[in-house]
């Protein structure tokens, strides 16, 4: 059983910087891609970046290109997330996911995750 917590989330104004990680147990999170993603109030769970078992690959939504950067310490069984120049507009819960199946085998970014963590609040005022 895979478990997976998210933590690093807080209250930042706009501009300022925060780093999320997921730690994540049990070993069926090995040779998977892992992503983030975040929902904000009334608005559908959406898609933010995500990276494969090696690293070697990465993807990002485009309106956090060039700021958010993902990474992984598979020694260490962390995901983070690291988030520069937040925007008010970047508030949401984040959540990081698991892929259904191992070395990306259903495409990349995964087209879904077979498990999910908790959550962890990200707000940005303005």
């Known amino acids: 059983q895979v478990q997976l917590v998210e933590s690093g989330g807080g209250l930042v104004q706009a501009g300022g910087s925060l780093r999320l990680s997921c730690v994540l147990s049990?070993?069926?999170?090995?040779?998977?891609?892992v992503g983030w993603l975040r929902q904000a109030p009334g608005k559908e769970r959406e898609f933010v970046s995500a990276?494969?078992?090696?690293?070697?690959?990465?993807a990002y939504t485009d309106s956090v290109k060039g700021r958010f950067t993902i990474s992984r310490d598979n020694a260490k069984n962390t995901v983070y997330l690291q988030m520069n120049s937040l925007k008010p507009e970047d508030t949401a819960v984040y959540y990081c996911?698991?892929?259904?199946?191992?070395?990306?085998?259903?495409?990349?970014?995964?087209?879904?995750?077979?498990?999910w963590g908790q959550g962890t609040q990200v707000t940005v005022s303005s």
């Open positions: 996911a698991v892929d259904r199946v191992i070395y990306s085998r259903t495409g990349f970014p995964p087209p879904s995750y077979a498990t």
């Open positions: 049990g070993r069926t999170f090995s040779r998977k891609a």
């Open positions: 990276i494969t078992w090696t690293g070697e690959n990465t």
